[in-house]
């Protein structure tokens, strides 16, 4: 049985919306303002999953990264390269762009549910995909790279009670690193 893992670069206030300035928002690039060290390599501390998960990702999360990691020849890279990515997407005809790349069928909840009794699942970013499966109850743990800094607006991780278990927390350049598992008293 795996694991469903959900991996986020959020702000103390648990703003995910926009973190590389990508969408234009008067307050993006909040977590590119620390260098690009702060956000490069394997900072959410995947390792094996990796190299044995699948990566579920939302339509623009997926554009985003097939125009940045197809390009990239580091040992992160090859492995962001390397491993079974599927694409949430009602409206794209094809993912060619980036290797390993295969459109989801049929009902994301249903399919990730599925595919989470044969092997990790790792979504990152793909805020309405993680809003989907957190509210099915498929989320078995989050790794947050929190940033130090407030934004007060934007969209934030969690819009409902949930009650989680601190598995972890590392500090990783500006941000630490928490992780998050199922509350079993919750």
Known sequence: MGKLIVIE???LDLVVEDPDGADGTPWGGWAFRYGPEAVAGDKFALGEVLDAG??????????RFSRIWPGRDDEFS??????????????LEGVEAWSNSALLRGDLVKEAAERKRERDIVVAGSGSVVAALG???LVDQYRLLVFPT????????????LGLALESAERVGPAVRLTYGRDAAA
Not at 54 to 63: D, E, I, N, S
Not at 81 to 88: D, E, F, G, R, Y
Not at 150 to 161: H, K, S
């Open 9 to 11: 670069f959020v702000t």
């Open 78 to 91: 090859r492995k962001m390269n390397a491993i079974p990515k599927l694409v949430a997407s009602r409206s």
């Open 150 to 161: 407030v934004l007060g607006r934007g969209r934030r991780l969690f819009d409902r009670p």
């Open 135 to 137: 509210a099915h109850d």
């Open 54 to 63: 699948v990566m579920l990702l939302g339509r623009a999360t997926w554009q």
